[in-house]
């Protein structure tokens, strides 16, 4: 499974793509807003860290989806357009598949939305699971029914697991199969931890020391 960062701050890509785990960025318009500085900027220097980040268009009709995305796909061969589920996000979505631009569709929330996108030629659908909690749902329930249908159907569309909140969604998307994971930045951080690799490690060091104090 393929570990995505999802988030708008250059630091924090740079911080985990350190790690030698990191195969790509998202962002999305709140994420970028947060941050508040240039896109273009912030795009390019996350395409210079991982191979694949995904650049959210605003538009929301056809014609300008295209411009816009058009637009972002020509800063950087990394970038991926992420365009919303709609009608019209499906149209521009099955144009830029004719053009070779790869897309991730956002925004995600049914397996008929995820078909549609699979069939109009997505590179990669968005599931939000953490999102579908909130409203008293179980978003990963979501992620176990398209697999299945993946598994019967020949997509190529790669299933990106997003709005992940805490490391049990990263786990159960991976024993799903998922392909791509997006985890935000503190979510990622707690990814290494574990209080007996602390606790094992002080101890190890602490049994060194006595020994190469004599
Ligand atoms: O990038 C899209 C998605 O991961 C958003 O997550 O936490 O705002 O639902 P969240």
């Given at each position: 499974?393929?570990?995505?960062?999802?988030?708008?701050?250059?630091?924090?890509?740079?911080e985990?793509?350190?790690?030698?785990?990191?195969?790509?960025?998202?962002?999305?318009?709140?994420?970028?807003?947060k941050?508040?500085?240039d896109?273009?900027?912030?795009?390019?220097?996350?395409?210079?860290?991982?191979?694949?980040?995904?650049?959210?268009?605003t538009?929301?009709?056809?014609?300008?989806?295209?411009?816009?995305?058009k637009?972002?796909?020509?800063?950087?061969?990394?970038?991926?357009?992420?365009v919303?589920?709609?009608?019209?996000?499906?149209?521009?979505?099955?144009?830029?598949?004719?053009?070779?631009?790869?897309?991730?569709?956002?925004?995600?929330?049914?397996?008929?939305?995820?078909?549609?996108?699979?069939?109009?030629?997505?590179?990669?659908?968005?599931?939000?699971?953490?999102?579908?909690?909130?409203?008293?749902?179980?978003?990963?329930?979501?992620?176990?029914?398209?697999?299945?249908?993946?598994?019967?159907?020949?997509?190529?569309?790669?299933?990106?697991?997003?709005s992940?909140?805490?490391?049990?969604?990263?786990?159960?998307?991976?024993?799903?199969?998922?392909?791509i994971?997006?985890?935000?930045?503190?979510?990622?951080?707690?990814?290494?931890?574990?209080?007996?690799?602390?606790a094992?490690?002080?101890?190890?060091?602490?049994?060194?020391?006595?020994?190469?104090?004599?």
């Amino acid at each position: 499974m393929k570990l995505f960062l999802d988030t708008a701050n250059v630091e924090q890509v740079k911080e985990i793509a350190a790690w030698g785990v990191l195969d790509g960025v998202t962002t999305n318009p709140s994420l970028v807003a947060k941050e508040g500085n240039d896109f273009e900027k912030t795009v390019m220097a996350m395409c210079k860290l991982v191979p694949c980040v995904s650049a959210q268009v605003t538009a929301t009709q056809f014609d300008d989806m295209v411009m816009q995305g058009k637009e972002y796909a020509s800063w950087h061969k990394h970038v991926v357009v992420k365009v919303p589920m709609t009608t019209e996000g499906l149209k521009a979505i099955h144009h830029f598949s004719q053009h070779n631009i790869k897309t991730n569709t956002t925004l995600v929330f049914s397996v008929p939305q995820a078909i549609l996108a699979a069939k109009a030629g997505a590179t990669m659908i968005s599931p939000f699971i953490g999102r579908l909690d909130d409203i008293g749902e179980k978003g990963i329930l979501l992620i176990a029914d398209i697999m299945e249908v993946w598994k019967h159907n020949a997509f190529k569309t790669e299933v990106l697991v997003a709005s992940t909140r805490h490391p049990e969604h990263i786990v159960d998307a991976a024993k799903l199969g998922a392909h791509i994971c997006t985890i935000p930045y503190e979510v990622f951080k707690k990814l290494p931890m574990h209080p007996l690799t602390d606790a094992g490690l002080e101890k190890f060091l602490s049994d060194w020391k006595k020994i190469t104090k004599n």
